[in-house]
């Protein structure tokens, strides 16, 4: 398998693939509960099936070019994930997220594993819009988004049920231009 360093810290980005349901569902179950205060993950992946299932089925989404998930590694460790949820080539339009288990918090590890993601994206793929959307709730997610550059656009009101209560989506976005501009600063 292959890996991309994420920094000095060893910490590195690498996809993940049915193969791996195991070590998956293993890191699910370490953040079940700190992951599920926003993320609909741990309600998915319950077991080795569901875990295999929901690695096939970006595996499928990959295949066609339609999303993508890569791990996130620390100390040889699977601690989190970026992912796009949706790509869509053809609009040039791509819906990144992510997610940790607690331990891995605080360490800038998503925003180092999102910009290689969304700098593939632009440069490689040839997005011109990368969105975030978030819980106006989940405030190291709105963090995130700031410190990749993005803007916010603004507040869907009440539009998530999540385990049944409604939640503000923000969206905030990068387009292709401002994220080469930023990449060209000091």
């Known amino acids: 398998m292959y890996a991309m360093c994420l920094g000095e810290d060893g910490a590195e980005l690498g996809p993940l693939e049915p193969w791996q349901a195991k070590e998956f569902l293993d890191h699910v179950n ?24 929901f690695l096939q089925a970006y595996a499928d989404r990959a295949a066609a070019d339609t999303g993508r998930l890569y791990g996130i590694r620390s100390g040889g460790r699977l601690v989190g994930a970026v992912l796009f949820r949706r790509l869509d080539l053809a609009q040039g339009v791509a819906e990144a997220g ?7 918090v605080g360490r800038g590890l998503v925003t180092r594993a999102m910009r290689v993601i969304i700098d593939w994206a632009v440069e490689e793929r040839g997005v011109h819009r990368v969105e975030w959307w978030a ?29 049944g209560e409604r939640h503000d989506e923000e969206i905030w976005s990068v387009l292709a231009p ?3 501009a930023a990449k060209r600063l000091p």
């Open 98 to 104: 992510c997610w940790l288990e607690p331990a891995a």
């Open 30 to 53: 370490r953040g079940r509960e700190f992951i599920g205060q926003y993320n609909g993950l741990p309600d998915v992946v319950t077991d080795l099936a569901s875990s295999r299932s």
């Open 135 to 163: 819980s106006a709730r989940n405030k190291p997610s709105i963090a995130v988004a700031r410190r990749l550059g993005m803007t916010r656009d603004g507040v869907l009101r009440e539009s998530y049920l999540y385990r």
């Open 178 to 180: 401002q994220w080469r």
